[in-house]
Antibody, heavy 123, light 108 residues
């Protein structure tokens, strides 16, 4: 059974860098059938796609966050990471990592998610 | 960027009811549409992918339809565990596979 687990500080000061890691177990992060994704959800609000990474290291970012976000992958540790620089209160959210599957060359949704981790930006 | 709009934003129903939630894309997305269920304090769960394909382990009372810009999620014979918030998501246009704003389904 595939499992994803987010880890990182729950409190980040305004203007500093948010750093999170997602450890993947029960499956290989080097799989060619999956992308690895970060999504966030501000308290009481909807879901926002942050970005994705493929095992090749190829990344895509939401245009609203592209200048501040970096996603990286560490295949030796079977994990991937997110950094968001210059954070403000608007970056306070539950951050989820997830697996995006490709089935027979078709997008097949985010089929596994981490439990989520709340990151609060303090002034 | 593609905007996804769900209706209604909230919905009250009773156990045993049939419920339909609609999702509209701001441009055509073929059938690249996924549906998720989220309960309070939990991560979303995938229900439907490619507009109408049921994800493994999801009860058959859930179904999806549509293509182009208009899509529906139908829940037949609502169960107590189905009261949750539902999100649609387009996976047609990168870089951001955007979500709808959510539909909260609660007990009447």
């Amino acid at each position: 059974q595939v499992q994803l687990q987010e880890s990182g500080p729950g409190l980040v000061k305004s203007s500093e860098t948010l750093s999170l890691t997602c450890a993947v177990s029960g499956g290989s992060i080097s799989s060619s059938s999956h992308y690895w994704v970060w999504i966030r959800q501000p308290p009481g609000k909807g879901l926002e796609w942050i970005g994705s990474i493929y095992h090749s290291g190829s990344t895509l970012y939401n245009t609203s966050l592209t200048s501040r976000s970096t996603i990286s992958i560490d295949m030796s540790k079977n994990q991937f990471s997110l950094k968001v620089t210059s954070v403000t209160a608007a970056d306070t959210a539950v951050y989820y990592c997830a697996r995006h599957s490709i089935i027979m060359l078709r997008e097949a949704g985010l089929d596994y998610w981490g439990q989520g981790t709340l990151v609060t930006v303090s002034s | 960027d593609i905007q996804m709009t769900q209706s209604p934003s909230s919905l009250s129903a009773s156990v045993g009811d049939r419920v339909t939630i609609t999702c509209r894309a701001s441009q055509t997305i073929s059938d690249y549409l996924n549906w998720y269920q989220q309960k309070p304090g939990k991560a979303p769960k995938l229900l439907i992918y490619a507009a109408s394909s049921l994800h493994s382990g999801v009860p058959s009372r859930f179904s999806g339809s549509g293509s182009g810009t208009d899509f529906t999620l139908t829940i037949n014979s609502l169960q107590l565990e189905d009261f949750a918030t539902y999100y649609c998501q387009q996976s047609f246009s990168a870089p951001a596979y955007s979500f709808g704003q959510g539909t909260k389904l609660d007990i009447k």
